[in-house]
């Protein structure tokens, strides 16, 4: 009936725990995100056994941009049918990820809750997914 949403997620993966009728799928999106741009074209430089090839690095910073961008947008269109979203990882990937969310607005699911967190097992994953959703629905219900 209700699907909840949890993900964790960094720059290299996203872990995607869908609880649904007291089930759980766990699925796992890779991204293809690296700091290291490789990027055709530049040019050669006048010195001899100089660097022979120099990009430009606003270039190499756009196309990180636009990597990430792609990797958000797989995370999205795999969550796009659930009711309630929480978003939990390391770093700056989650809050890029939610104003990316933001921009969508009509076909994003909504946030419920945003935290920080380390590294995890499956089994860890899916148990933090489910209190928390356990743990939201017995303040709405208090109140």
């Not at 909840?4 to 991204?31: C, F, M």
């Not at 056994?49 to 269109?77: F, S």
């Not at 809050?95 to 499956?122: C, F, N, Q, W, Y």
Request: charged content about 30%.
């Amino acid at each position: 009936m209700s699907k909840k949403t949890g993900i964790w997620i960094d720059h290299s993966k996203a872990y995607i725990v869908s609880l649904e009728n007291e089930k759980e799928h766990v699925s796992t999106i890779e991204s293809k995100v690296g700091r290291k741009v490789r990027l055709s074209g530049g040019s050669r430089t006048k010195v001899p056994y100089g660097p022979q090839d120099i990009a430009h690095e606003g270039r190499r910073y756009r196309k990180y941009k636009q990597q990430l961008k792609n990797y958000y947008e797989k995370v999205c269109t795999k969550v796009g049918d659930t009711e309630s979203l929480y978003i939990f990882g390391p770093g700056e990937a989650k809050t890029e990820l939610r104003k990316h969310m933001e921009g969508l607005k009509h076909t994003a699911p909504p946030i419920v809750g945003m935290d920080s967190a380390d590294k995890m097992t499956r089994r860890q994953l899916v148990a933090r997914v489910r209190d928390y959703y356990r743990s939201e629905a017995t303040t709405t219900t208090k109140t």
